[in-house]
């Protein structure tokens, strides 16, 4: 079965520290996975996506890696904000499939 | 550059009611999403059209649930006798033809049933 994992389930830090929130996932004949921020009762918002080629994205102080080997991405944060906070989710479809099979996410809390 | 858009924001409905959707994706995306989200859950795929083609279905789209694209544009999806299980957000999601299937999601639509 193909599934997604995020570890923790909830995370809170001060401000200005750097943050790294993890992705698991099973079978790694992916094809792209992608980071969305989602803020409470709203839509998601995609961060980046990294395709099954690719190793990592960066989008001003957010980056995305991928080892597909090991089934992991992980998404780095840094000097966080308090505008950071929000739940991060991680999603992946893989091949044969345009589906997206997401985690439960992670809430993140920057404290002030 | 408008994004995805999605009509009502919020329906609340007494069971057994049927309640319609709709989701307008963006210019020219050719392909549009459908998934549910429950609270504290990732969202949950339910469907996918190519065009005015449904090409993948869940097996959480139950029979009364049914979805339409019919010109290739915007998208209905129709809960059909409503339970409380139904109570959930629904959104819609699209992407384009660049060939990396990034997808863009709207607001979504929060349904409540009483």
């Known amino acids: 079965k193909q599934e997604v994992t995020q570890i923790p389930a909830a995370l809170s830090v001060p401000e200005g520290e750097n943050l790294v929130l993890n992705c698991s996932f099973t079978d790694s004949a992916i094809y792209n996975l992608q980071w969305f921020r989602q803020d409470p009762g709203k839509g998601l918002t995609s961060l980046l996506l990294i395709q099954s080629s690719q190793r990592e994205q960066t989008s001003g102080r957010l980056n995305a890696s991928l080892d597909k080997s090991s089934g992991r991405s992980t998404l780095y944060i840094a000097a966080s904000q308090p505008g950071d906070s929000a739940t991060y989710l991680c999603?992946?479809?893989?091949?044969?499939?345009?589906?997206?099979?997401f985690g439960k996410g992670t809430k993140l809390t920057v404290n002030p | 550059d408008t994004g995805v858009s999605q009509n009502p924001r919020h329906k609340i409905t007494k069971r057994g009611q049927n309640v319609t959707f709709r989701c307008d994706p963006i210019s020219e995306h050719n392909r549009l999403y459908w998934y549910r989200q429950t609270l504290g859950q990732g969202p949950e795929f339910l469907t996918y059209f190519q065009n005015e083609a449904q090409l993948e279905k869940s097996r959480l789209l139950s029979d009364r649930f049914s979805a339409e694209r019919p010109k290739g544009s915007f998208s209905t999806l129709e809960i059909q006798r409503t339970e409380q299980g139904d109570s959930a957000m629904y959104l819609c999601?699209?992407?384009?033809?660049?060939?990396?299937?990034?997808?863009?999601f709207g607001p979504g639509t929060r349904l409540t049933v009483t």
């Open positions: 999601a699209s992407t384009g033809q660049d060939g990396t299937y990034e997808q863009y």
């Open positions: 999603a992946v479809s893989w091949d044969g499939s345009e589906k997206l099979v």
